[in-house]
């Protein structure tokens, strides 16, 4: 039987303003790992919120078109929206009201899901919601399978940073792997995230560390294993699905392979490969090179 993952996080329409108009894609954090799993052939099922409303109807159509399970938590509040406008192709976000009441109730189903995983992982969650925090840890402790975490802070939805911050060092207990980005470390703790990899590595066996074109490492038991980034600046045309489509190349390995037997050099360039395929075109969908 292959390997499932189950992946717990954000799924919402994102919206693209530019100098041509708006355009409106299914996407999220959570979601954009989970279809990135899809894509690299890995069973996958998604645990994430959404509305009762035509928003919602998109993402369940399109979490059926890649073949994935869904098991969403319904909010009366409706599908979350997160309006991001380029700037020489970074996004800059604003989110809509459910964005920023996030919540999932892990009912049975969910709790299924994450239980008998083989792999799960985390991408974008409401940490610094005290109840919100406090159900995944129970939830993640039960799972029997690696545990991954990519906390994926963002400003718009950030309520207290330092409680977010706090809510990953204490996860540091049950998450096997930890995937941290500069922009994560500088939000949460104001220091990039090379500066804050010693700190938690006394939390974390695993940290996966990504710093854009800087590229990415891995900071392992006794050793660190690094990759340059592959993409030219004059391929970069959007980087919003750069951090997901690492954490899903990442991913799809330990799952394949486990936790302890993936070969990081191999791993760590295939994801860069991943990522400069994935941002020489618009939106977050993962791309092979």
């Given at each position: 039987m292959?390997?499932?993952?189950?992946?717990i996080?954000?799924?919402?329409?994102?919206?693209?303003?530019?100098?041509?108009?708006?355009?409106?894609f299914?996407?999220?954090?959570?979601?954009?790992?989970?279809?990135?799993?899809?894509?690299l052939?890995?069973?996958?099922?998604?645990?994430?919120?959404?509305?009762?409303d035509?928003?919602?109807?998109?993402?369940?159509?399109?979490?059926?078109?890649y073949?994935?399970?869904f098991?969403?938590?319904?909010?009366?509040?409706?599908?979350?929206?997160?309006?991001?406008?380029?700037?020489?192709g970074e996004?800059?976000y604003?989110?809509?009201?459910?964005?920023?009441?996030?919540?999932?109730d892990f009912?049975?189903?969910?709790?299924?899901a994450i239980?008998?995983?083989?792999?799960?992982?985390?991408?974008?969650?409401?940490?610094?919601?005290?109840?919100?925090?406090?159900?995944?840890?129970e939830?993640?402790?039960?799972?029997?399978?690696?545990?991954?975490?990519?906390?994926n802070p963002?400003?718009?939805?950030?309520?207290?940073?330092?409680?977010?911050g706090?809510?990953?060092?204490?996860?540091?207990?049950t998450v096997?792997l930890?995937?941290?980005?500069d922009?994560?470390?500088?939000?949460?703790?104001?220091?990039?995230?090379?500066s804050?990899?010693?700190?938690?590595r006394?939390?974390?066996t695993?940290?996966l560390?990504?710093?854009g074109?800087?590229?990415?490492?891995?900071?392992?038991?006794?050793?660190?294993?690094?990759s340059?980034?592959?993409?030219?600046a004059?391929?970069v045309?959007?980087?919003?699905?750069?951090?997901?489509?690492?954490?899903a190349?990442?991913?799809?390995e330990v799952?394949?392979?486990?936790?302890e037997?993936v070969e990081?050099?191999?791993?760590?360039?295939?994801?860069?490969?991943?990522a400069?395929?994935?941002?020489a075109?618009?939106?977050a969908l993962?791309?092979?090179?």
């Amino acid at each position: 039987m292959s390997p499932r993952v189950t992946v717990i996080g954000d799924a919402l329409i994102d919206e693209l303003v530019d100098e041509r108009g708006t355009l409106r894609f299914v996407g999220g954090s959570a979601l954009n790992v989970a279809t990135g799993l899809c894509i690299l052939g890995v069973p996958t099922t998604l645990v994430a919120m959404i509305g009762d409303d035509a928003d919602g109807a998109l993402i369940r159509a399109h979490v059926a078109g890649y073949g994935m399970e869904f098991a969403p938590t319904l909010t009366p509040l409706g599908t979350g929206v997160a309006r991001s406008e380029r700037r020489d192709g970074e996004p800059h976000y604003s989110f809509s009201e459910p964005m920023l009441h996030r919540v999932l109730d892990f009912d049975d189903t969910q709790r299924r899901a994450i239980e008998t995983a083989d792999v799960v992982a985390v991408s974008g969650f409401p940490l610094d919601d005290e109840g919100q925090a406090g159900l995944l840890a129970e939830v993640l402790e039960a799972s029997a399978g690696v545990v991954a975490l990519d906390p994926n802070p963002r400003s718009g939805m950030l309520r207290d940073a330092a409680a977010f911050g706090r809510a990953v060092e204490q996860l540091g207990g049950t998450v096997d792997l930890l995937k941290l980005g500069d922009d994560d470390a500088l939000l949460l703790y104001g220091r990039p995230v090379a500066s804050v990899i010693d700190a938690l590595r006394h939390r974390y066996t695993h940290i996966l560390a990504t710093e854009g074109s800087n590229g990415a490492s891995a900071h392992l038991p006794g050793r660190q294993v690094s990759s340059p980034a592959l993409a030219s600046a004059g391929g970069v045309v959007d980087t919003m699905g750069a951090g997901d489509a690492v954490f899903a190349s990442v991913l799809a390995e330990v799952a394949t392979a486990g936790l302890e037997a993936v070969e990081w050099h191999a791993t760590l360039h295939r994801a860069m490969g991943v990522a400069a395929a994935t941002i020489a075109h618009p939106g977050a969908l993962l791309r092979s090179p």
